[in-house]
């Protein structure tokens, strides 16, 4: 099943959301809805859910061709993971995740010993076998987050849609969780649209990533397309550090001949740090000179920064360390900055 | 435990010498606290609830349940559960429609109910009573029209529920919406992207969560509804035996100097206020339990 929403406006007062947004995610695709709070992403997720509306007049929301705009959020057949997974507190795992199929009216219902049988393949489906008489608080943030996955599976959905579905894990469960969906997603291929703020996650796991940005769509495309060309300033700037320069730099670092990760765009120049290439300074070589203020040393990659002579602003620059170490620079020594040629 | 205790005392400072800790005041300073808080409650509750019972049980068990077996005393015994029993499950109903409504939507005028939901705490009783006799009363609003219809709303019982209904309003909605509002609405727009409907979202997700809170708001409810006396006093009118509730039965006896049979129907009164601070107890206790589970 494929989502496709076309022209969704939301305004909350004077406040808006979504400005005319159009989505399309392709059947069967794990796709990112990425971007700062405050960007429209969640209300974007609620709407495609029916949890919340468009601006009257405004919006279709349509899954795989069929127009459901106008259907009712229990009938859309959506399932929808929440931030803090909304489990029904005073129920067991086992009784959360029947509750879909046990709400259900009684002709269109399963017989108690197939909601039984479902429930215990979900459980095994999200690795859970034997927690089922558990409840909510007895769980850690990891398993109430894969909870809330089989009670959403449970209905068999048509359409899923997750809400910063690892926001509120510490950082190594994140990591974990966020892999075992990838896997997970590949196992059910199932049409999934999540949410999130953070782009690690997203560029790491979604087939496609959608940038929003105040209530608008920035981009679309695949991880490494919006990574390497990122078609707006905003775009560059939110997907991993980047260095603004100026453009009267620019004759002196060198003009980036169509090279991946660098955007020149109303009189500046946006380059990721490991996309300077730094050198000895020899007086009339070209390249901009600069003043090294500080190397961190910690990890892989040896970070610089370093001050431009001619417009004292600061460049953040990333190079090995063994390449640093050729160079064999010390604070307030002065180098040439030079913008990496060619695919890196 | 005893292990614990004594590790604790093992290394605790007064075990190594007379070092005094950080967070301490001095030991005059505790002492005094402590015995102003407990003279403090000696004074204002134990006493007083103590001269209940002696003032009650002064002329032996004989006079006391002589009280009950007086008609009228009966009667305002039978007036209170009435209006207790009209007023707190009408004030449930009430309680949880409103605090469903603040807590879970969002709409234009949320702060005014929520004001007005505080109204009857905020003025006096007796100004609730005054309300009543000005809207019903023969020479109020809709006093022609209930004549008319032979309805009688003051000095009969309709008008103490009334009041006492009014007095009450918001002991259930005023419990529910704090705790409805730090449950959030995520709960319920699972169970409706889950496929229920609202009334399936509401008996399933939404009162199970609340029911300890509701339980309790209720408890208040009816402690209070069937101890209210001013609002009520004003309705009343005093008719011996027809409209007068126990806490008015009381004054009335306490008037004519009948000491023990005043006392006596206060003693009663006053186990109702114990039973419901144990109630009260139980139903924190539990729900403490609930919540650790």
């Known amino acids: ?344 | 435990m005893a292990a614990v205790f004594a590790r604790a005392l093992a290394t605790s400072p007064h075990a190594a010498g007379p070092a005094p800790r950080a967070t301490q005041d001095p030991a005059w300073v505790r002492w005094t606290l402590t015995a102003v808080a407990l003279l403090f409650l000696l004074f204002f509750l134990v006493l007083p609830l103590a001269a209940v019972f002696t003032e009650a049980l002064r002329r032996g068990l004989g006079a006391y349940f002589a009280a009950f077996r007086d008609p009228a005393a009966l009667a305002s015994i039978k007036l209170t559960l009435i209006a207790a029993g009209i007023a707190v499950p009408a004030n449930l109903v009430f309680g949880v429609a409103a605090a469903w409504l603040i807590a879970k939507f969002k709409f234009r005028g949320k702060s005014v109910l929520t004001t007005l939901i505080d109204l009857p705490f905020a003025v006096s009783p007796v100004i609730s009573g005054l309300i009543y006799v000005l809207v019903f009363g023969l020479q109020g609003w809709w006093g022609e029209w209930l004549l008319a219809h032979n309805l009688t709303v003051i000095f009969a019982v309709p008008g103490i529920v009334l009041a006492t209904m009014f007095v009450t309003f918001p002991f259930v909605a005023r419990e529910l919406i704090p705790l409805m509002q730090a449950q959030g609405a995520d709960e319920e727009y699972a169970a409706i992207t889950l496929g229920a409907n609202g009334w399936q979202t509401f008996w399933r997700v939404t009162l199970p969560n609340i029911k300890w809170g509701l339980l309790y708001g209720v408890i208040l409810c009816n402690a209070r509804a069937m101890g209210e006396f001013g609002a009520v006093s004003v309705v009343s009118g005093h008719i011996r035996g027809e409209t007068n509730t126990m806490p008015l039965h009381v004054e009335i006896l306490y008037n004519e100097y009948n000491f023990v049979a005043a006392f006596a129907v206060a003693s009663l009164l006053a186990l109702l206020a114990i039973v419901t601070l144990v109630l009260k107890a139980l139903v924190e206790w539990r729900h403490a339990q609930s919540r650790t589970l």
């Open chain 1, 1 to 344: 099943m494929s989502i496709n929403v076309t022209n969704i406006h939301k305004t909350f007062g004077a406040f808006t959301a979504l400005d005319g947004v159009d989505l399309t995610v392709p059947r069967g695709k794990l796709v990112a809805l990425l971007g700062p709070s405050g960007s429209g992403k969640t209300t974007l997720l609620r709407i495609i859910a029916g949890l919340d509306h468009a601006d009257a007049g405004s919006g279709r929301i349509e899954f795989h061709g069929e127009d459901v705009t106008r259907v009712r959020a229990g009938r859309r057949k959506v399932g929808f993971v929440f931030q803090h997974y909304a489990l029904f507190r005073h129920m067991t795992v086992l009784e959360n995740i029947a509750f879909g199929l046990r709400v259900r009216p009684r002709r269109e219902r399963p017989a108690a010993g197939e909601i039984l049988d479902r429930v215990h393949r979900l459980l095994k489906l999200v690795q859970l076998e034997g927690l089922d008489a558990r409840y909510p608080n007895q769980l850690s943030g990891g398993q109430r987050q894969r909870v809330a996955l089989a009670r959403a599976l449970a209905v068999e959905p048509k359409v899923l849609l997750l809400d910063e579905p690892f926001g509120a894990l510490d950082a190594k469960v994140r990591k974990e969780l966020r892999r075992w969906l990838r896997r997970f997603h590949d196992e059910i291929q199932l049409t999934t649209l999540f949410v999130t703020h953070d782009q690690e996650e997203a560029l790491e796991i979604a087939d496609e990533v959608v940038i929003m940005n105040q209530a608008k769509i920035e981009q679309v495309g695949t991880p490494q397309e919006v990574y390497d060309r990122p078609a707006t300033p905003f775009v560059y700037q939110f997907l991993g550090n980047v260095n603004v320069l100026r453009g009267q730099v620019l004759e002196q670092v060198g003009a980036p001949r169509d090279r991946p990760g660098t955007l020149v765009a109303d009189g500046l120049i946006y380059v990721r740090p490991h996309d300077i290439e730094l050198a000895a300074y020899v007086p009339g070589a070209g390249g901009a000179a600069a003043v090294v203020r500080y190397l961190h040393l910690a990890g892989p990659q040896a970070r610089l920064s370093v001050e431009l002579v001619q417009t004292h602003e600061n460049v953040e620059v990333e190079v090995s360390r063994t390449e640093l170490a050729g160079l064999g620079l010390a604070v307030g020594d002065v180098v040439r900055l030079r913008l990496r040629q060619g695919h890196a």
